[in-house]
């Protein structure tokens, strides 16, 4: 079983940027692949970014490429999205999710078995 815990949401303005949290449980962060969702009030779950776990491949959403990163602290099990530029379209519940299947870093949402609870972002225009 892997327990995932969320962190660092809040409400920010446009233009700030915000490092979300991931706190895995449960197995090592090399031994799955790990990625990062959202979901706004009205829309279905929507892919940002993922690793995998060897952490060589990343995969993002055209919509975040070159404003959010992924990336992990294998000494503290945690993974973490940096997100620069924010917008008000970016406002959404965030969640991090794991994939026991390792060697992907895939974008589909049912590929991922284990999900956190969600921290809400909110940016104001």
């Known amino acids: 079983q892997v327990q995932l815990v969320e962190s660092g949401g809040g409400l920010v303005q446009a233009g700030d940027s915000l490092r979300l949290s991931c706190a895995v449980s449960?197995?090592?962060?090399?031994?799955?692949?790990t990625g990062w969702f959202r979901q706004a009030l009205g829309k279905e779950r929507e892919f940002l970014a993922a690793v995998n776990g060897r952490g060589q491949l990343t995969n993002y959403a055209d919509s975040v490429k070159g404003r959010f990163t992924i990336s992990r602290d294998i000494a503290k099990n945690t993974v973490f999205l940096q997100m620069n530029s924010l917008e008000p379209e970016d406002t959404a519940v965030y969640y991090c999710?794991?994939?026991?299947?390792?060697?992907?870093?895939?974008?589909?949402?049912?590929?991922?078995?284990?999900w956190g609870q969600g921290t809400q972002v909110t940016v104001s225009s």
């Open positions: 449960g197995r090592r962060v090399l031994s799955v692949a």
């Open positions: 999710a794991a994939d026991q299947r390792s060697s992907y870093a895939t974008r589909q949402v049912g590929e991922y078995e284990y």
